[in-house]
């Protein structure tokens, strides 16, 4: 895979405050990547970075090989969705996205040509002549999205684009994007904080807290093998349960949690016996009993509550630990506040933070 | 509403009497057919017929609008120019030179007067037209200014990103986006100053030449060899330009939208 876009030991400080901290990445040509982090955890920064909109304290910045660090905005072959959008007021939809292709002095055919077919994309057809104070916050997430994918930039970054959508314009256009990001081989840094669509949509994911980046992976990389508690957290809404390692064997850790013993398949990073370790379990993949067998945790049911299909069983282990177990479809089997049993299968568990 | 008060009915009571009585008063002599103030002669229009044709006067109004065109496009180009690059800088000075630029509002018009006229002399420039023009210009700046600066401070920083994003350099993002952003702020400062120039008398008077009036000079000297109802009505007709300035000043300053 040719390389597009590098970031080399990025870092930014807003005052005291450090915003990045080394920060780096490849990006490849073609790539849809998402960077999916919480509030505040420095998306925009990088974004801001690329497009540069922002200088960076310290690192580089490769565009195509080339490095853009020092390049102004103008002379990057890079397009941005705004988070707040940014149309210009005083231009109707037509000619805020017809502005890139008029500073490129583009035919005046190829233009309106060009306008049209992105606002089909969009969904907006006949939008041509209204003022954004016209426009609802979908519609103008929409022109904004339009106005930056009309150019055909070899990097388009796009900041929270749907963030603004119902549901279901939301999934349509998900599948536009990715449809067209396929179509055209444009390189897509996306940033959402909705692990649903990032799963979804990425080739690869870069999960970020604080300014750094967790894990960067396939998104069955970071949903079913999480590298450390946060990303299982986040992505996989993953439990976590604490114990000690007893013994390796054949590839599969035997763990003494509070109440009972579990197991887990051993990966890259091998535990020593005796080690305190932190396990991560998704909640559909937590299996309950009445009884004890040979593997498997005791537990006390807290709660149940059902929603979209799903029974959510919530548990306490005898440390406190407070874990979910969830399933399809109602099983009326447990009463609150009985006594149970829970396990999973090793390879379901997955040790972090090692 | 409970709890009324009577403050703002006493503040309008003031306000009438004060301001737009003596303002109706004159306008109502303006048409007043007796040579004497104090006696109603009934309606005519016979003052204005004498006002436009007096040529004296004719030849001020003349001069008063060319000071008045001439110094309000000059404080609009020049405060226009501070206010955006005010605000482009990144001077630690910035705030005092924006308080600097703002104060002369706040200066005694006599002591403007007098200090341009010390100056003028100085300099041993003539006077008569071109100190008007120059000294009008000046204190019309600070006005054009703050209206622009206060639209520029309004006006989302990210639009200038997402031009400069989109491909436009900086001359560019000023011409497409910033200029149309802020010209009913320049517009507005500028009707503004047009309307501050042409009523200006106590500076006007320290640096016109002998034999140059202005409006409002010729105005000021017939007073003091009486009052005819020739100046009520002149009164009346300044009065309706400034008017019409102000409003038009106010009207275009709203119209567009900044933010979306
Ligand atoms: N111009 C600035 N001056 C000072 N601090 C800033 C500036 N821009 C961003 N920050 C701070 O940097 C941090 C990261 O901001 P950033 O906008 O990159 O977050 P984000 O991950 O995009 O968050 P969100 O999901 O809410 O958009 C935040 O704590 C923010 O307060
Ligand atoms: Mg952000």
């Given at each position: 895979?040719?390389?597009?876009l590098?970031l080399?030991?990025?870092?930014?400080?807003?005052?005291?405050?450090?915003v990045?901290?080394?920060?780096?990445?490849?990006?490849?040509?073609?790539?849809?990547?998402?960077?999916?982090?919480?509030?505040?955890?420095?998306?925009?920064?990088?974004?801001?970075?690329?497009?540069?909109?922002?200088?960076?304290?310290?690192?580089r910045?490769?565009?195509?090989g080339?490095?853009?660090?020092?390049?102004?905005?103008n002379?990057?072959?890079v397009?941005?969705?705004?988070?707040?959008y940014?149309?210009?007021?005083?231009?109707?939809?037509?000619?805020?996205?017809?502005?890139?292709?008029?500073?490129r002095?583009?035919?005046?055919?190829?233009?309106?040509?060009?306008?049209a077919?992105?606002?089909?994309?969009?969904?907006?057809?006949?939008?041509?002549?209204?003022?954004?104070?016209?426009?609802?916050?979908?519609?103008?997430?929409?022109?904004?999205?339009?106005?930056?994918?009309?150019?055909?930039?070899?990097?388009?970054?796009?900041?929270?684009?749907?963030g603004?959508?119902?549901?279901?314009l939301?999934?349509?256009m998900?599948?536009?994007?990715?449809?067209l990001?396929?179509?055209?081989g444009?390189?897509?840094?996306?940033?959402?904080?909705?692990?649903?669509e990032a799963?979804?949509?990425?080739d690869r994911?870069?999960?970020?807290?604080?300014?750094v980046?967790?894990?960067?992976?396939?998104?069955?990389?970071?949903?079913?093998?999480?590298?450390?508690?946060?990303?299982?957290?986040?992505?996989?809404?993953?439990?976590?349960?604490?114990?000690?390692?007893?013994?390796?064997k054949?590839?599969v850790?035997?763990?003494?949690?509070?109440?009972?013993?579990?197991?887990?398949?051993?990966?890259?990073?091998?535990?020593?016996?005796g080690?305190?370790?932190?396990?991560?379990?998704?909640?559909?993949?937590?299996?309950?009993?009445?009884?004890?067998?040979?593997?498997?945790?005791k537990?006390?049911l807290?709660?149940?509550?059902?929603?979209?299909?799903m029974?959510?069983?919530f548990?306490?282990?005898?440390d406190g630990?407070?874990?979910?177990s969830?399933?399809?479809?109602?099983?009326?089997?447990?009463?609150?506040?009985?006594?149970?049993?829970?396990?999973?299968?090793?390879?379901?568990?997955?040790?972090?933070?090692? | 509403?409970?709890?009324?008060?009577?403050?703002?009915?006493?503040?309008?009571?003031?306000?009438?009497?004060?301001?737009?009585?003596?303002?109706?008063?004159?306008i109502?002599y303006?048409?007043?057919?007796s040579?004497?103030s104090?006696?109603w002669?009934?309606?005519?229009?016979?003052?204005?017929?004498?006002?436009?044709?007096?040529?004296?006067?004719?030849?001020?109004?003349?001069?008063?609008?060319?000071?008045?065109?001439?110094s309000?496009?000059?404080?609009?180009?020049?405060?226009?120019?501070?206010?955006v690059?005010?605000?482009?800088?990144?001077?630690k000075?910035?705030?005092?030179?924006?308080?600097i630029?703002?104060l002369?509002?706040?200066?005694?018009?006599?002591?403007?007067?007098?200090v341009?006229?010390?100056?003028?002399s100085?300099?041993?420039?003539p006077?008569?037209?071109?100190?008007?023009?120059i000294?009008h210009?000046?204190?019309?700046i600070?006005?054009?200014?703050m209206?622009v600066?206060?639209?520029?401070?309004?006006?989302?920083?990210?639009l200038?990103e997402?031009?400069?994003?989109?491909?436009?350099?900086?001359t560019?993002?000023?011409?497409?986006?910033?200029?149309?952003?802020?010209?009913?702020?320049?517009?507005?400062?500028?009707?503004?100053?047009?309307?501050?120039?042409?009523?200006d008398?106590?500076?006007?008077?320290?640096?016109?030449?002998?034999?140059?009036?202005?409006?409002?000079?010729?105005i000021?000297?017939?007073?003091?060899?009486?009052?005819?109802?020739?100046?009520?009505?002149?009164?009346t007709?300044?009065?309706?330009c400034?008017?019409?300035?102000?409003?038009?000043?106010?009207?275009?300053?709203?119209?567009?939208?900044?933010?979306?």
């Amino acid at each position: 895979m040719d390389t597009i876009l590098e970031l080399r030991n990025i870092t930014k400080s807003f005052g005291k405050t450090e915003v990045l901290k080394d920060i780096s990445i490849q990006i490849g040509k073609g790539e849809f990547l998402t960077l999916l982090g919480p509030s505040g955890c420095g998306k925009t920064t990088i974004l801001r970075i690329i497009a540069g909109l922002e200088e960076p304290d310290g690192g580089r910045v490769f565009l195509n090989g080339v490095d853009v660090t020092e390049a102004e905005p103008n002379k990057r072959d890079v397009n941005t969705v705004f988070q707040n959008y940014a149309l210009f007021p005083h231009m109707n939809v037509e000619d805020n996205i017809a502005y890139g292709l008029r500073i490129r002095k583009t035919d005046k055919k190829e233009i309106a040509a060009r306008v049209a077919q992105a606002l089909e994309l969009v969904q907006l057809s006949g939008y041509n002549k209204r003022y954004p104070h016209e426009l609802s916050g979908g519609q103008k997430q929409r022109v904004a999205i339009a106005r930056a994918i009309v150019n055909n930039p070899k990097v388009l970054l796009l900041d929270e684009p749907l963030g603004a959508l119902d549901l279901q314009l939301r999934r349509q256009m998900q599948m536009e994007l990715k449809r067209l990001q396929k179509r055209l081989g444009i390189t897509f840094v996306y940033i959402t904080h909705d692990q649903e669509e990032a799963i979804n949509m990425s080739d690869r994911i870069a999960v970020m807290r604080d300014g750094v980046f967790e894990q960067i992976g396939t998104p069955a990389q970071v949903y079913d093998l999480p590298k450390t508690s946060y990303v299982a957290e986040f992505v996989g809404n993953a439990n976590l349960i604490h114990g000690r390692t007893i013994e390796i064997k054949d590839g599969v850790a035997s763990i003494e949690a509070a109440g009972g013993l579990v197991k887990a398949t051993v990966r890259d990073k091998q535990p020593v016996p005796g080690m305190e370790v932190t396990l991560a379990v998704r909640s559909e993949n937590i299996k309950l009993y009445t009884c004890s067998s040979q593997t498997g945790i005791k537990c006390r049911l807290k709660e149940i509550s059902f929603a979209g299909g799903m029974q959510k069983i919530f548990l306490q282990l005898e440390d406190g630990t407070e874990v979910v177990s969830s399933s399809l479809g109602m099983n009326l089997a447990f009463e609150p506040n009985s006594e149970l049993y829970m396990s999973f299968d090793a390879n379901h568990g997955v040790l972090v933070d090692l | 509403m409970k709890n009324r008060t009577k403050l703002p009915n006493i503040y309008l009571a003031f306000l009438i009497i004060l301001m737009y009585l003596p303002v109706a008063v004159v306008i109502a002599y303006s048409f007043n057919a007796s040579r004497q103030s104090s006696v109603w002669g009934g309606f005519s229009f016979s003052w204005y017929k004498e006002l436009f044709s007096d040529r004296s006067l004719i030849e001020a109004l003349k001069n008063s609008l060319i000071i008045g065109v001439l110094s309000s496009g000059i404080a609009g180009v020049i405060g226009t120019l501070g206010a955006v690059g005010m605000a482009k800088a990144a001077l630690k000075s910035k705030g005092i030179i924006e308080y600097i630029s703002t104060l002369p509002i706040m200066i005694p018009e006599i002591i403007l007067g007098m200090v341009f006229m010390a100056y003028f002399s100085l300099m041993k420039l003539p006077f008569g037209m071109v100190t008007l023009v120059i000294g009008h210009a000046s204190f019309c700046i600070p006005y054009v200014f703050m209206m622009v600066k206060a639209r520029l401070a309004g006006i989302d920083k990210s639009l200038v990103e997402a031009a400069r994003d989109l491909g436009a350099s900086e001359t560019k993002v000023f011409l497409d986006i910033t200029l149309p952003l802020i010209s009913p702020a320049i517009i507005s400062g500028m009707l503004l100053a047009f309307a501050m120039s042409l009523d200006d008398v106590v500076i006007s008077i320290f640096i016109t030449g002998p034999r140059t009036n202005t409006l409002p000079i010729k105005i000021y000297t017939q007073l003091k060899t009486g009052v005819t109802p020739k100046i009520n009505a002149l009164c009346t007709m300044m009065l309706l330009c400034t008017l019409v300035l102000v409003v038009l000043a106010n009207f275009i300053g709203r119209k567009k939208p900044v933010k979306d």
